[in-house]
T-cell receptor
Framework: DQQVKQNSPSLSVQEGRISILNCDYTNSMFDYFLWYKKYPAEGPTFLISISSIKDKNEDGRFTVFLNKSAKHLSLHIVPSQPGDSAVYFCAASEEETSGSRLTFGEGTQLTVNP | GAVVSQHPSWVICKSGTSVKIECRSLDFQATTMFWYRQFPKQSLMLMATSNEGSKATYEQGVEKDKFLINHASLTLSTLTVTSAHPEDSSFYIC???????????FGDGTRLSIL
């Protein structure tokens, strides 16, 4: 039972354009969402998070949008840079009840072409 | 800040041996540490959650006697894969979380290969 799904295994965009990575979840108890970036042979690096009381959080080039009714979140990267090429994981937790256990999606490989 | 160090980064050993992986939070106190396993092209799967000074909580399907976790201090947790076999070969990653602090910060992982 995959509670967090990233349906696009890969995404390719041109440098300078917007990258949009999508994530869907099924567990309505999730109330905290995170995006991580991962390079090969390294651990994930935290990018940005959002609480369920918000619908948008922005940090520099990265913006996360949350649509609770649709159980959908997305990560926007603008402008995209070649160094953004990596695997992006979305993750979710039931902050109040589960001690911050994270459930991860399968990841999306982003390639930004120069 | 929020650096998590994992050691070793790569280990190759014979079937039947036990392997210990260390996870250290270098610049913060980690009340909770997590151990994940990742198979190629798949998601990170949580194996267990450990709180300093108490027994680890294992996810369903994870063998406690196979994967021994110790969290003896606020900066160190260890995962020991006992009597490792080829099917235990995988990428193991730890993460740490401080007091009232999201998010989890991850180590760089350990590539375990059992021959």
């Amino acid at each position: 039972d995959q509670q967090v799904k990233q349906n696009s295994p890969s995404l390719s965009v041109q440098e300078g354009r917007i990258s949009i990575l999508n994530c869907d979840y099924t567990n309505s108890m999730f109330d905290y969402f995170l995006w991580y970036k991962k390079y090969p042979a390294e651990g994930p690096t935290f990018l940005i998070s959002i609480s369920s009381i918000k619908d948008k959080n922005e940090d520099g080039r990265f913006t996360v949008f949350l649509n609770k009714s649709a159980k959908h979140l997305s990560l926007h990267i603008v402008p995209s840079q070649p160094g953004d090429s990596a695997v992006y994981f979305c993750a979710a937790s039931e902050e109040e009840t589960s001690g911050s256990r994270l459930t991860f999606g399968e990841g999306t490989q982003l390639t930004v072409n120069p | 800040g929020a650096v998590v160090s994992q050691h070793p980064s790569w280990v190759i050993c014979k079937s039947g041996t036990s392997v210990k992986i260390e996870c250290r939070s270098l610049d913060f106190q980690a009340t909770t540490m997590f151990w994940y396993r990742q198979f190629p092209k798949q998601s990170l799967m949580l194996m267990a959650t450990s709180n300093e000074g108490s027994k680890a909580t294992y996810e369903q399907g994870v063998e406690k006697d196979k994967f021994l976790i110790n969290h003896a201090s606020l900066t160190l947790s260890t995962l020991t894969v006992t009597s490792a076999h080829p099917e235990d070969s995988s990428f193991y990653i730890c993460s740490a979380r401080g007091f009232y602090d999201q998010p989890q910060h991850f180590g760089d992982g350990t590539r375990l290969s059992i021959l």
